[in-house]
């Protein structure tokens, strides 16, 4: 599926780790997420989290359930979309942010789905499931978008405005393609914002559904993140993302909700490039790799009593998910580790800390904690099979 438009050559995701990978690592990491970088971008996740709180705020007058993984996604992708090209690709509750969510959604699912052609390639041919046929319809609804998003910009900074009129992602890497002997083209940025876009949101926004589920489905844990928030905030007080390093329990659940439902159960899958032997094992040249993290978070000789929700577990040792423990490596580990990290870390502990501190939360029609429905569907990201619906009550 990945090779749909050829983005298996250019993207970032998929190519082998030869030069044309660093280039594009490299430019991930100095024009998007290094520290200054994400730091200098900070406000733009607060507002985009602030119009969140506001549009909760206004449902609770109605008393209606939210759907909570649709909101969070939105400001996801207005936080992404804005960081990388100035824009606001979404609106709550509007259908332009269904079709968006819609796209990336199902370009997750598509991806997640065992393909039987990558298993017998003579079936690619004929596409047994169908999934090369809809992926292209979807890659290029998406592409259709980045291109009139890009061709603006170029002809922008042709005109009298000057080379830097948004002085954002897309404008870094513009700059970065008007270098002499430029390493990145036109074609790299739009399929690199394409791999950005789809790696970033539904990974992100899954996290915090999950997160706020588990959460009601274990209330005294809300309370203990609430009384936290509160302890380090004070009543009114807005979370800002300096403040995370704070909220020890806050973090402890983050991790749990790793551990339990990582976003990318089997990471993604990657080939050897040549024979190799691990721990006695020989993985053949070419085999395809799918490391089973999801299952060793629920591993019994790792984690005690594994299928139980207990982010205490996390404050008693200092396990982190950033590639050196590897209990726990929702993001992968080595070279080929998330580049998005440290911007998924921002954003997903800033969203869950606004959403509990600033709101108490019940589930719709007198449902008990204990009757929630927490089984899980696969695509590309693992999701709740049932989406999350719940009650927000302004302010605690
Ligand atoms: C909770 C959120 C996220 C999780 C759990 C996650 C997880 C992962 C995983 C498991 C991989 C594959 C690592 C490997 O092959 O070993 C990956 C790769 C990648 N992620 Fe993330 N990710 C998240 C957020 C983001 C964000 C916010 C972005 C960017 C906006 C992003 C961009 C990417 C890209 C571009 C790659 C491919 C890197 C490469 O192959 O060199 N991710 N991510």
């Given at each position: 599926?990945?090779?749909?438009?050829?983005h298996h050559?250019?993207s970032?995701?998929w190519i082998?780790?030869n030069?044309?990978?660093?280039?594009?690592?490299?430019?991930?990491?100095?024009?998007?997420?290094?520290q200054?970088?994400?730091?200098?971008?900070?406000?733009?996740?607060?507002?985009?989290?602030?119009?969140l709180?506001?549009?909760?705020?206004?449902?609770?007058?109605?008393?209606?359930?939210i759907?909570v993984?649709?909101v969070v996604?939105?400001?996801?992708?207005?936080?992404i979309?804005?960081?990388?090209?100035?824009?606001d690709?979404?609106?709550?509750?509007?259908?332009?942010?269904?079709?968006?969510q819609?796209l990336v959604?199902?370009?997750?699912?598509?991806?997640?789905?065992p393909?039987?052609?990558?298993?017998?390639?003579?079936l690619?041919?004929?596409?047994?499931?169908g999934?090369?046929?809809?992926?292209?319809i979807y890659?290029?609804?998406l592409f259709?978008?980045?291109?009139?998003?890009?061709?603006?910009?170029?002809q922008l900074?042709a005109?009298?405005?000057?080379?830097?009129?948004s002085n954002?992602v897309?404008d870094?890497?513009l700059?970065?393609?008007e270098?002499?002997?430029?390493?990145?083209?036109?074609?790299?940025i739009?399929?690199?914002?394409?791999?950005?876009f789809?790696a970033?949101?539904d990974?992100?926004?899954?996290?915090?559904?999950?997160?706020?589920?588990?959460?009601l489905?274990?209330?005294?844990k809300?309370v203990?993140?609430?009384?936290?928030?509160e302890?380090?905030l004070?009543?009114?007080?807005?979370?800002q993302?300096s403040?995370?390093s704070k909220?020890?329990?806050?973090q402890?659940?983050?991790?749990?909700?790793?551990?339990?439902h990582?976003p990318?159960p089997?990471?993604?899958p990657?080939?050897?490039?040549?024979?190799?032997?691990?721990?006695?094992?020989?993985?053949?040249?070419?085999?395809?790799?799918?490391i089973?993290?999801?299952?060793?978070?629920r591993?019994l000789?790792?984690?005690?009593?594994?299928?139980?929700?207990?982010?205490?577990r996390f404050?008693?040792?200092?396990?982190?998910?950033?590639g050196?423990?590897?209990?726990?490596?929702?993001?992968g580990?080595?070279?080929?580790?998330?580049?998005?990290?440290?911007?998924?870390?921002r954003m997903?502990?800033?969203?869950?800390?606004?959403?509990?501190?600033n709101?108490?939360?019940?589930?719709?029609?007198?449902?008990?904690?204990?009757?929630m429905?927490m089984?899980?569907?696969?695509?590309?990201?693992?999701h709740?099979?049932?989406?999350l619906?719940?009650?927000p009550?302004?302010s605690?």
């Open positions: 599926m990945a090779k749909i438009f050829d050559k250019v970032m995701g082998p780790t030069s044309h990978w660093r280039n594009l690592r490299k430019a991930c990491v100095m024009e998007i997420f290094a200054q970088r994400l730091e200098a971008t900070q406000a733009l996740r607060q507002t985009k989290v602030q119009e709180l506001d549009y909760i705020n206004q449902s609770c007058k109605s008393g209606a359930p759907d993984g649709q996604f939105t400001t996801t992708l207005n936080a979309s804005n960081t990388f090209v100035s824009i690709l979404a609106q709550y509750g509007s259908n332009l942010s269904h079709e968006f819609h959604y199902c370009l997750a699912q598509e991806a997640g789905k393909n039987l052609a990558d298993f017998f390639p003579a690619s041919l004929v596409d047994p499931q999934i090369h046929k809809r992926t292209r890659f290029a609804k259709g978008i980045f291109d009139g998003i890009i061709n603006e910009r170029v900074r005109s009298s405005k000057g080379p830097k009129a954002d897309l870094s890497l700059t970065l393609n270098e002499d002997n430029s390493k990145i083209s036109l074609r790299d739009k399929h690199l914002i394409l791999d950005l789809i970033g949101i990974s992100t926004s899954s996290t915090v559904e999950w997160a706020m589920a588990l959460l489905h274990n209330p005294e809300m203990k993140a609430q009384d936290e928030l302890e380090v004070g009543n009114n007080g807005k979370v993302e403040d995370i909220f020890h329990y806050l402890a659940i983050v991790k749990e909700t790793f551990r339990l990582p990318a089997f990471l993604v990657r080939k050897a490039v040549a024979d190799v032997e691990i721990c006695g094992f020989i993985v053949p040249k070419n085999a395809q790799i799918l089973n993290v999801w299952a060793m978070g591993d000789s790792i984690w005690p009593n594994p299928n139980l929700f207990m982010p205490e404050l008693e040792h200092g396990i982190e998910f950033k050196q423990d590897f209990e726990l490596i929702p993001f580990a080595g070279r080929r580790i998330c580049p998005g990290l440290p911007l998924a870390n997903v502990h800033l969203m869950l800390a606004s959403l509990v501190h709101f108490a939360w019940k589930l719709p029609d007198e449902m008990k904690p204990e009757d429905d089984e899980e569907m696969f695509g590309l990201t693992l709740k099979a049932k989406p619906q719940a009650i009550i302004t605690l």
